[in-house]
């Protein structure tokens, strides 16, 4: 499959056209941002960690019936992909408070939640990725009604397989964040990448953190080890052979 020309160069991916008109190529770069891109530094080996991490977890969620935009890892850090018409949200399921919902709300850090919370935030780096409701989806006109149904009814599925698959590992799934877009038959697909990038995780003995938020914490001498522990937890031998 050849790369043709670059469709998106997001802050950590790049994702190109290919010679088949439904697939792209998704390139996971080693760079790392926090802050609406503000901070950027170079993460040596982190594009092919979250690629293989992505990979394996679409694959997983792929064997629980939830269809992702997955096809195949071309190279460690480079994906083939279906191609989507993504649709600017980012939907944010949390297990447990902390982040973003304990700095806007009277919630305590670490605070057990069930049900999950659900959270849509518009994915628009110039308005800091605001918080939506229902009714400003629609005055955006980024999604239906049946659209937003079914986004929150997926999230709920992909965190239940989530839960399970990171405790199979010995890690809590605290929070992350996921994206769909629609193909051409105008179905909801998976897309985007599930990795420490846009997951929290906590180790379930220790607590400690296994993902982005050491590099939004200043620790970025500690970010890739924790990133390859969560690789060498996830991935079997067989996987990493
Ligand atoms: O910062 P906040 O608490 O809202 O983040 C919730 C979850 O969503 C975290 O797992 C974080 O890594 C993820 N997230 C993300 N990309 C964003 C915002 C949040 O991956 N732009």
């Given at each position: 499959?050849?790369?043709?020309?670059?469709?998106?160069?997001?802050?950590?991916?790049?994702?190109?056209?290919?010679?088949?008109?439904?697939?792209?190529?998704?390139?996971?770069?080693?760079?790392?941002?926090?802050?609406?891109?503000?901070?950027?530094?170079?993460?040596?080996?982190?594009?092919?960690?979250?690629?293989?991490?992505?990979?394996?977890?679409?694959?997983?969620?792929?064997?629980?019936?939830?269809?992702?935009?997955?096809?195949?890892?071309?190279?460690?850090?480079?994906?083939?992909?279906?191609?989507?018409?993504?649709?600017?949200?980012?939907?944010?399921?949390?297990?447990?408070?902390?982040?973003?919902?304990?700095?806007?709300?009277?919630?305590?850090?670490?605070?057990?939640?069930?049900?999950?919370?659900?959270?849509?935030?518009?994915?628009?780096?110039?308005?800091?990725?605001?918080?939506?409701?229902?009714?400003?989806?629609?005055?955006?006109?980024?999604?239906?009604?049946?659209?937003?149904?079914?986004?929150?009814?997926?999230?709920?599925?992909?965190?239940?397989?989530?839960?399970?698959?990171?405790?199979?590992?010995?890690?809590i799934?605290v929070?992350?964040?996921?994206?769909?877009?629609?193909?051409?038959?105008?179905?909801?697909?998976?897309?985007?990448?599930?990795?420490?990038?846009?997951?929290?995780l906590w180790d379930?003995?220790?607590l400690?953190m296994?993902?982005?938020?050491?590099?939004?914490?200043?620790?970025?001498?500690?970010?890739?080890?924790?990133?390859?522990?969560?690789?060498?937890?996830?991935?079997?031998?067989?996987?990493?052979?």
């Amino acid at each position: 499959m050849e790369r043709k020309e670059l469709i998106n160069g997001g802050k950590v991916k790049s994702v190109y056209n290919t010679t088949d008109e439904d697939k792209v190529i998704i390139e996971f770069r080693d760079d790392m941002t926090a802050g609406d891109g503000e901070r950027k530094e170079v993460m040596n080996k982190k594009g092919c960690l979250n690629a293989v991490i992505s990979s394996k977890i679409f694959q997983y969620l792929e064997s629980k019936g939830i269809k992702t935009q997955f096809i195949e890892l071309l190279e460690n850090n480079v994906m083939l992909a279906q191609k989507l018409d993504m649709i600017p949200i980012e939907v944010i399921v949390r297990n447990i408070a902390t982040g973003s919902l304990v700095r806007k709300y009277p919630i305590e850090d670490g605070t057990k939640l069930d049900p999950p919370i659900v959270q849509m935030d518009y994915k628009d780096d110039e308005f800091h990725d605001p918080m939506l409701n229902y009714s400003i989806i629609k005055a955006l006109g980024i999604a239906t009604q049946d659209e937003i149904d079914i986004l929150v009814e997926l999230a709920g599925k992909v965190n239940d397989a989530l839960r399970e698959f990171f405790d199979q590992a010995g890690i809590i799934l605290v929070d992350f964040k996921i994206e769909f877009g629609r193909d051409e038959e105008g179905n909801i697909i998976l897309g985007d990448e599930i990795s420490p990038d846009s997951c929290r995780l906590w180790d379930k003995e220790t607590l400690e953190m296994m993902d982005k938020e050491l590099f939004r914490k200043g620790k970025d001498d500690e970010v890739m080890d924790a990133y390859l522990e969560v690789y060498n937890r996830v991935l079997s031998d067989d996987d990493k052979s």
